[in-house]
């Protein structure tokens, strides 16, 4: 089993920025993929960016250029650092983590953008 902890979601302003964190623990594999995920109200659960244990990141076109997902392999943690924030980034985040045959969610933490 793997427990995901999300923290660091809030309101703020448009233009804003915000960290989110996803501590992992339990039975961690070393080589596995965590991933942001995020819901709006009313829409499906979209992919926000992934990275591998090895740091090869991949991002949603949406937030190129404005998200960076990075990880502490040590803390068996995940960071997505979020710039330029949009009232459209209104969501609940969500942490993943999978070795492929295994798949967690975190619980989410949410995010509001607005003025």
């Known amino acids: 089993q793997v427990q995901l902890v999300e923290s660091g979601g809030g309101l703020v302003q448009p233009g804003g920025s915000l960290r989110l964190s996803c501590a992992a623990s339990g039975s961690i594999f070393s080589r596995n993929v965590m991933a942001w995920y995020r819901q709006a109200p009313g829409k499906q659960r979209e992919l926000v960016a992934t990275?591998?244990?090895?740091?090869?990141?991949n991002y949603a076109e949406s937030v190129k250029g404005r998200f960076t997902i990075s990880r502490d392999n040590a803390k068996n943690t995940v960071y997505l650092q979020m710039n330029s924030l949009k009232p459209e980034d209104t969501a609940v985040y969500y942490c993943?983590?999978?070795?492929?045959?295994?798949?967690?969610w975190g619980k989410g933490t949410l995010v509001t953008v607005s003025s």
């Open positions: 990275i591998t244990s090895d740091d090869t990141a």
């Open positions: 993943y983590y999978s070795t492929g045959a295994l798949v967690y």
